[in-house]
């Protein structure tokens, strides 16, 4: 079974702060997607990576960055962190479609609140 | 850009009855998936359906199926017998079948299933 495991179901962090959201998947996924969940807005990709430290801006990625050293893992890196970022952050990973479709499989998302 | 949208916030229904949750989106791509997926309070996104929009059949799976019209570019979603199971956040997403593989999503549509 795909495991996505984002290292904290719940963060708290102060403005300015530089703040590291982890996601590790072990399907040995190319794909490795972070997402933003906000209420009445859904999901917006923040980044994408489809190997290693190679990346790709989402939707929105403006005060963000990420860093993947590793196949596994892909960080979200908020370099100065501020209130308009707390929020629900997602992680995805999946395969290269190959002769097929291949889905995205989701972590249990971290809640982030900037104080 | 692709969007996409869930003009209907909230939506209850009582057990056992069925429910519609509406999508629309736009694109002009010809090559595409449209999925719904599941998002109860556990959090995990879970995928209920998925339609390629080569395919003119309207997927099902058990008591979920779609209402997939490619000229209105509408892809609602079906739900019968509902359970109080499936009260979640719904999300109607995009992904384009080449290139990639990002999904873009709805602002979601949250169910309540009355006993």
């Known amino acids: 079974d795909v495991k996505v495991t984002q290292s904290s179901r719940y963060l708290v962090k102060r403005t300015g702060e530089k703040v590291f959201l982890e996601c590790v998947q072990d399907m040995d996924h190319e794909n490795m997607f972070w997402y933003r969940q906000d209420p009445g807005l859904g999901l917006r990709l923040i980044y994408f990576?489809?190997?290693?430290?190679?990346?790709e801006k989402g939707d929105i990625p403006e005060g963000y960055s990420v860093s993947r050293e590793k196949k596994e893992r892909f960080s979200l890196i908020l370099e100065s962190a501020s209130t308009n970022q707390t929020s629900m952050y997602l992680c995805?990973?999946?395969?290269?479609?190959?002769?097929?479709?291949?889905?995205?499989?989701f972590g249990d998302g971290t809640r982030l609140s900037i104080l | 850009a692709q969007t996409v949208t869930q003009s209907q916030p909230e939506m209850s229904v009582q057990e056992a009855e069925t429910v519609t949750l509406s999508c629309t989106y736009d694109t002009s791509e010809s090559d595409y998936y449209l999925f719904w997926y599941k998002q109860p309070p556990s959090r995990q996104m879970i995928l209920v359906i998925r339609?390629?929009?080569?395919?003119?059949q309207n997927a099902t799976e058990n008591r979920f199926s779609v209402n997939f019209q490619k000229a209105a570019k509408s892809f609602s979603l079906k739900i019968s017998d509902s359970q109080l199971g499936d009260a979640a956040m719904y999300f109607c997403a995009y992904r384009s079948g080449q290139g990639a593989q990002k999904l873009v999503f709805g602002q979601g549509t949250r169910l309540t299933i009355n006993p």
């Open positions: 990576s489809y190997d290693v430290k190679m990346k």
């Open positions: 995805a990973s999946s395969f290269n479609d190959r002769d097929s479709y291949q889905p995205q499989h």
């Open positions: 339609q390629e929009a080569y395919k003119q």
